[in-house]
T-cell receptor, first 110, second 112 residues
Framework: DAKTTQPPSMDCAEGRAANLPCNHS???????VYWYRQIHSQGPQYIIH???NNETNEMASLIITEDRKSSTLILPHATLRDTAVYYC???????????FGTGTSLTVIP | EPEVTQTPSHQVTQMGQEVILRCVPI?????FYWYRQILGQKVEFLVS????????KSEIFDDQFSVERPDGSNFTLKIRSTKLEDSAMYFC??????????FGPGTRLTVL
């Protein structure tokens, strides 16, 4: 089962930062936080993941709170192509599968 | 950048027919997965495959499903006798040394 809670939808103005929150209050010490996105029924696309420290790559930044019970995915300058469903997934690396919840549907508005 | 590829992009079949969905994982990856997504619903795990055997399967993956890596490059999902409720997007994924799974673009299966 998905162990995360995300708002069902969010809007963001084009060019502004999109901040997508995720609660994972029952996360265990060895579980990572992963973010994927899905653009209109395409395959889920990996964005970023982290364990404790904040992470940044060419796509996004991931901010994980010190208690690890929540995180925020930041798209620094949202474009129309960032309109998608964003999934926050808590994952035990010893497991096989990713549990996808319902995610946040982000709409970037011109 | 290496990608997971899937064929066909869309498969239409009659109820009761067998279908084979094909995937070419990223070349140096050793772990393979199938997921499905019924229209409007969540992405659901079906099966994981490593070292030529199933390592985990979900309740959805019943006896009508099978997976195979026939030739060292392809990874296939076979549905023996399709049902209307098998209509869905089927996604293949693979992973290498890291824990990140990379997904293909999917095959849309329509069962009539």
């Amino acid at each position: 089962d998905a162990k995360t809670t995300q708002p069902p939808s969010m809007d963001c103005a084009e060019g502004r930062a999109a901040n997508l929150p995720c609660n994972h209050s029952t996360i265990s010490g060895n579980e990572y936080v992963y973010w994927y996105r899905q653009i209109h029924s395409q395959g889920p696309q990996y964005i970023i993941h982290g364990l404790k420290n904040n992470e940044t790559n060419e796509m996004a930044s991931l901010i994980i709170t010190e208690d690890r019970k929540s995180s925020t995915l930041i798209l620094p300058h949202a474009t129309l192509r960032d309109t998608a469903v964003y999934y926050c997934i808590v994952r035990d690396p010893t497991g096989n599968q990713f549990y996808f919840g319902t995610g946040t549907s982000l709409t970037v508005i011109p | 950048e290496p990608e997971v590829t899937q064929t066909p992009s869309h498969q239409v079949t009659q109820m009761g027919q067998e279908v084979i969905l094909r995937c070419v994982p990223i070349s140096n990856h050793l772990y393979f997965y199938w997921y499905r997504q019924i229209l409007g619903q969540k992405v659901e795990f079906l099966v994981s495959f490593y070292n030529n055997e199933i390592s985990e399967k979900s309740e959805i993956f019943d006896d009508q499903f099978s997976v195979e890596r026939p030739d060292g490059s392809n990874f296939t999902l076979k549905i023996r006798s399709t049902k209307l409720e098998d209509s869905a997007m089927y996604f293949c994924a693979s992973k290498g040394d890291t824990d990140t799974q990379y997904f293909g673009p999917g095959t849309r299966l329509t069962v009539l």
